[in-house]
Nanobody, 128 residues
Framework: QLQLVESGGGLVQPGGSLRLSCAAS????????LGWFRQAPGKEREGVSC????????NYADSVKGRFTISRDNAKNTVYLQMNSLKPEDTARYYC?????????????????????WGQGTQVTVSS
């Protein structure tokens, strides 16, 4: 079972930046597409970004395009989410998730139901 642990969340002022990390154990990340999702109180979980197992394909929610960047370092078994120009509406608990896809190196989607492995999340609060 792929185990994922998120870190890097915190309190930041509007316009600030944070970098989230998600470290994996149990399996190598190289065969997984990886996604970042977020959930605010009273709202459904939404897809923020994904990166394919090859790293060659990425996707972003419209609300974060141009501000967030996803990347992966398979040697470190870690995926990152660089978040810039943060807004109060970015406040949520952020989760990383893995989708086993060794035969689909460009697979990348933002549907939470497709992902089978989840971390516990890290809280991001954007407030002045």
């Amino acid at each position: 079972q792929l185990q994922l642990v998120e870190s890097g969340g915190g309190l930041v002022q509007p316009g600030g930046s944070l970098r989230l990390s998600c470290a994996a154990s149990g399996f190598t990340l190289a065969n997984y597409a990886l996604g970042w999702f977020r959930q605010a109180p009273g709202k459904e979980r939404e897809g923020v970004s994904c990166i394919s197992s090859s790293g060659g394909n990425t996707n972003y929610a419209d609300s974060v395009k141009g501000r967030f960047t996803i990347s992966r370092d398979n040697a470190k078994n870690t995926v990152y989410l660089q978040m810039n120009s943060l807004k109060p509406e970015d406040t949520a608990r952020y989760y990383c998730a893995g989708l086993w896809s060794p035969l689909l190196p460009r697979l990348c989607g933002l549907s939470a139901g497709a992902f089978g492995s989840w971390g516990q999340g890290t809280q991001v609060t954007v407030s002045s």
